[in-house]
């Protein structure tokens, strides 16, 4: 998988779970709330309590129990508890809710009810308190928790039943469910889409390099059958010889042997080749292709060198004597070219020098035409 492949997949498991983290974090549940004063009162039930974000769903009852000098329980409370179940009612602030719930837990309170701060009336918040085991934990309003605060302290036994509510937030509303679903279904989809497209595009590309290799092997296969095969004998110099082994499998040559001899006039044990050039189509030694086709290095070197110029030589007529008179062209571009008579043969003293038959170009140009009526210097 691509860099670019790897990014979006992890951007969809991202957006994947913001959504699901997010869906159970706006959810919250609420709770029944049932409060009776003795046993011969009539129960006020409403649903005006509120779970806490750690706490079991699940239903408690038992007699409220206030902690000692502390109503906020948060300098080492103490409970008077005389009987089980029992639940302890704490006011909230000046410490964390954990720190609340702990103190009780100690005193083994089967619940744990904290009423809101003065002046919020009946208004409920949600509460975060990990650590504190199983301990159920509702809150209250103020203005109910303050009622039941007073029964108590007025001598009466108040007892509490808690039951669970329903769903409240985002999450439980249907439409809110709805796009909720949508969009888990289209990043989905999305995602399966994508990998779909990817895997089709992987096995095309597999395909055509298969399809491809397919038609090479053809192309290689009738290649090696236009190759010359040799049977080596006894008198070859191949024959039991350490300078002459197979390139491909490192041994030597031996009578009867069948060689395949390649374009580049290698040749190797005919069963090693044959095997090599269906794959690699190219000689094991100097990378010859069979095929014909031309390497990146072969190319530059079958470049052509420009030619050596043509240069010529000809001598200015202004100079005089029998040596000068004798040469009328010398050819620079050609090594290999004759020397001139007039070098080849001394000159003997008291004779004459040969005269070239062949007519001075130096007197063709009109401009040396006044020079040659000249006399010679002395």
């Given amino acids: 998988m691509s860099w670019s492949g790897r990014r979006f997949f992890a951007w969809l498991c991202l957006m994947a779970c913001v959504a699901e983290c997010s869906s159970f974090a706006m959810l919250y549940w609420s709770a029944y709330v049932s409060v009776s004063v003795g046993n011969d009162s ?56 954990k720190e609340k719930i702990n103190a009780a837990k100690k005193y083994n309170a089967s619940a744990v009810v904290i009423y809101n701060l003065d002046g919020t009336g009946n208004e409920t918040n949600t509460m975060s308190h990990s650590g504190t085991g199983g301990v159920v934990t509702v809150m209250i309003g103020n203005v ?18 808690i039951e669970v509510g329903s769903p409240h937030g985002p999450w439980a509303n249907p439409v809110w469910i709805y796009c909720i679903s949508f969009a888990f279904f289209a990043i989905t989809a999305v995602t399966m889409a994508y990998f779909t497209i990817l895997t089709v595009k ?15 092997k053809s192309v290689a296969q009738k290649a090696i059958e236009k190759l010359k095969i040799r049977t080596l004998k006894k008198g070859d110099e191949e024959v039991g010889s350490d300078n002459h082994t197979c390139a491909v499998c490192i041994e030597g040559y031996k009578h009867g042997e069948h060689v395949m001899i390649l374009t580049c006039s290698h040749f190797f044990h005919k069963p090693c080749i044959e095997p090599w050039l269906l794959e690699h189509r190219t000689c094991p030694m100097c990378k010859c292709n069979i095929l014909g086709l031309k390497t990146v290095d072969e190319e530059v070197s079958s470049g052509a060198t420009p030619s050596p110029l043509d240069v010529r030589f000809y001598p200015d007529s202004r100079l005089s004597g029998p040596f000068y008179e004798n040469l009328d062209e010398v050819a620079l571009s050609d090594p290999q070219d004759e020397t001139p008579p007039a070098l080849q043969e001394p000159i003997q003293a008291g004779q004459k020098p040969v005269q070239n038959q062949a007519t001075d170009q130096s007197h063709d140009n009109p401009a040396f035409e006044g020079d040659s009526n000249k006399t010679d210097l002395k």
């Fill in 144 to 161: 109910l928790g303050k009622y039941i605060v007073g029964l108590i302290n007025a001598g009466d036994e108040v007892f509490m039943s």
């Fill in 202 to 216: 992987k096995i095309h590309h597999h395909m055509m390099l298969k399809r491809e290799q397919r038609h090479l």
């Fill in 42 to 97: 009539k129960p006020f039930k409403c649903e005006c309590g509120l779970y806490g974000q750690h706490s079991p769903l699940l239903g408690e009852s038992g007699v409220l129990v206030l902690p000692n000098e502390d109503p906020e329980a948060c300098n080492h409370a103490t409970f008077n508890v005389t009987g089980s179940p029992w639940i302890a009612l704490i006011a909230r602030g000046n410490c964390t809710y």
